[in-house]
């Protein structure tokens, strides 16, 4: 099983509304991601949490905040956003055992946010 | 740093035909190469990978060698099917946690 979910599918917010998004893994995987992609683009990195802890942080702007409560889940909490925020937000989960180059991201479907 | 660079396209095929999207890549040392590949309205699914020189990665009838003397990563299939349209994405990913990704490559096949 190689299966990651999110929630919700379609999210629509305004400016002035906080929500979160979830993801969750059961694989085992020690490795979670969040990314943004916007339309014909590759996805871009936003954080890295390793073993619940936050390794990588794309200099993503504070209206962001990720939040790794457990193995299993990462959640990305949304406040005050833009409408340039407009983007389908990915989850990818990785084994993590190490910092060696073969580890295979898995990705969920995605969340796809429409800001007001 | 790491790069990835594939041919944008968009690419557009009759059924049956036979597929290349070229993808070369700029690494330090000895990076793991993937494709994915993002059906409309989806997220990412791998399709392939190959972790280290030679390695030939192969999956629903796609296939790429890892070429390191040409440090190439080319995706390709025989015969390609309406059903394979979609967005196509070579990834490397060295030392580090993070994956970088080729622009993509939209690919089309019509009956």
């Known amino acids: 099983d190689t299966e990651v979910t999110q929630t919700p599918k379609h999210l629509v917010m305004g400016m002035t509304n906080k929500k979160s998004l979830k993801c969750e893994q059961h694989?085992?995987?020690?490795?979670m991601y969040w990314y943004k992609q916007k339309a014909k683009k590759p996805p871009e990195l936003m954080f890295v949490y390793s073993y619940e802890k936050l390794s990588i942080n794309e200099s993503v702007p504070s209206r962001f905040s990720p939040e790794c409560p457990n193995s299993s889940l990462l959640n990305l909490h949304l406040h005050a956003l833009q409408p340039e925020d407009s983007a389908l937000y990915l989850c990818?989960?990785?084994?993590?055992?190490?910092?060696?180059?073969?580890?295979?991201?898995?990705f969920g479907p995605g969340t796809r946010l429409l800001v007001l | 740093g790491n790069s990835v660079t594939q041919m944008e396209g968009p690419v557009t095929l009759s059924e049956e035909a036979f597929l290349t999207i070229n993808c070369t890549y700029t690494a330090t040392g000895y990076p793991s190469l993937f494709w994915y590949v993002q059906y409309p309205g989806e997220g990412l699914q791998l399709l392939l990978k190959?972790?280290?020189?030679?390695d030939k990665g192969s999956n629903k009838g796609f296939e790429a060698t890892y070429r390191k003397e040409t440090t190439s990563f080319h995706l390709e299939k025989g015969s390609v099917q309406v059903s394979d349209s979609a967005v196509y994405f070579c990834?490397?990913?060295?030392?580090?946690?993070?994956?970088?990704f080729g622009k993509g490559t939209k690919l089309t096949v019509n009956p």
């Open positions: 990834a490397l990913r060295g030392g580090s946690e993070k994956l970088v």
């Open positions: 694989m085992g995987h020690r490795a």
């Open positions: 190959a972790t280290k020189a030679d």
């Open positions: 990818a989960s990785s084994q993590g055992r190490g910092r060696g180059g073969g580890e295979t991201q898995y």
